[in-house]
């Protein structure tokens, strides 16, 4: 079983920035890919970002190209979401989830572990 536990969400204005991150616990966290989803209200859980469990392959979705930045530290078990010029339509609730190998996808379904969620709220 592996336990995700995400923190650093919060209310800012936009053109700020966050950081969030995911404490991971229960396996070996360097085989697995993780990823960043985000799910606004009325809205699907969308892909944000994924991270290679080596840290090799990033992968973004088209709106935060550029903005945001996904890394990891392995010796950690940490995985972190940096995120600038935020905008107000970033505002969701941010969801670090785990695959249970270490190749990227975009998916909701193609990952096995998830965390509970961090608030980011966006004021214009």
């Known amino acids: 079983q592996v336990q995700l536990v995400e923190s650093g969400g919060g209310l800012v204005q936009a053109g700020g920035s966050l950081r969030l991150s995911c404490a991971a616990s229960g396996r070996t966290f360097s085989t697995s890919a993780m990823g960043w989803f985000r799910q606004a209200p009325g809205k699907e859980r969308e892909f944000v970002a994924v991270?290679?469990?080596?840290?090799?392959?990033?992968y973004y979705v088209d709106p935060v190209k550029g903005r945001f930045t996904i890394s990891r530290d392995n010796a950690k078990n940490t995985v972190y979401l940096q995120m600038n010029s935020l905008k107000p339509e970033d505002t969701a609730v941010y969801y670090c989830?785990?695959?249970?190998?270490?190749?990227?996808?975009?998916?909701?379904?193609?990952?096995?572990?998830w965390g509970q969620g961090t608030q980011v709220t966006v004021s214009s």
């Open positions: 989830a785990a695959r249970r190998n270490g190749i990227v996808a975009v998916t909701t379904t193609a990952y096995d572990y």
């Open positions: 991270i290679s469990g080596s840290g090799g392959s990033t």
